[in-house]
């Protein structure tokens, strides 16, 4: 059987509930500046998130919720324009330490580390956004803990297309098999489903209801032992946190 050699983990919802309160503050803020009354409340916000990418978030708004805006004759540049900004106070919103990893991924991630487990990311976010949660949550040498960080417009198509996961596993030089994926939504599922990847879901309040059909095991956190997690679709059998051991098991079944 092949081993288990790699994590590949999402970020955005994964490693850290950075949705409502980063990426959604600081697109109302980039609007603000610009003197746009626009303003994405935490349900609206919730509908944009099937729209993956800043600038596609955007684009998609305007076409459904603001056809009456009238378009500037460079939309683009005028798109690209805010998301620079918006990408600017998201960062900086991260250097306040506002936005705490999810709980148990530092736990994990130290122990596949220890453990001689390789790691990755493949994410739709603008690089500087991954680095920036890294170093505020994790130091200035986390970045480093990962073999590829595979983020945004480094691939044509963004999740749910595979692109980006291809990206990830070509420059680890690993198969499918050998590796497990970390996802928070259906875009992501479907886009580390699409490469063969077994994929584990910790879901958050804007994606408990997703369609997460395919998924190896979903659940509500990574939990630790102070805090078990809740199985939401799949299989855990004793496992009351996301360990080495289960991952190996979940692995294990899903090339069975
Ligand atoms: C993340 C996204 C991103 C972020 C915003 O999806 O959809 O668009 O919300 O980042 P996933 P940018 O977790 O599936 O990778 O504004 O930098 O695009
Ligand atoms: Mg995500």
Known sequence: MTRLRALIFDVDGTLADTERDGHRIAFNRAFAEAGLDWDWDVPLYG?????????????????????????????DGFIRGLHLAKTRIYTDLLGSGRIPLRPGVERLLRAARAAGLRLGIATTTTPVNVLALLENTLGPES??????????????????????????????????????????????????????????????????????????????????????????????????????????????????
């Open 143 to 256: 970045p480093a803990w990962f073999d590829v960080i595979a983020a945004g417009e480094m691939v044509p198509a963004k999740k749910p297309a595979p692109d980006i996961y291809v990206y990830a596993l070509d420059a680890l030089g690993l198969s499918a098999a050998e590796c497990l994926a970390f996802e928070d939504s259906r875009n992501g599922l479907l886009a580390a489903r699409a490469v063969g990847l077994p994929t584990l879901v910790t879901v958050n309040a804007y994606t408990r209801d997703h369609d997460f059909t395919g998924a190896s095991l979903v659940i509500d956190e990574l939990g630790g032992p102070e805090r078990p997690f809740t199985v939401i679709q799949g299989e855990a059998g004793e496992a009351r946190w996301v360990d080495l051991d289960l991952l190996a098991e979940v692995h294990r079944r899903a090339h069975a």
């Open 47 to 75: 509908e944009l998130l099937e729209v993956t990418g800043g600038r596609e978030r955007i684009l998609y708004y305007l076409d459904r919720f603001r056809p009456d805006f009238p378009r500037p004759e460079d939309l």
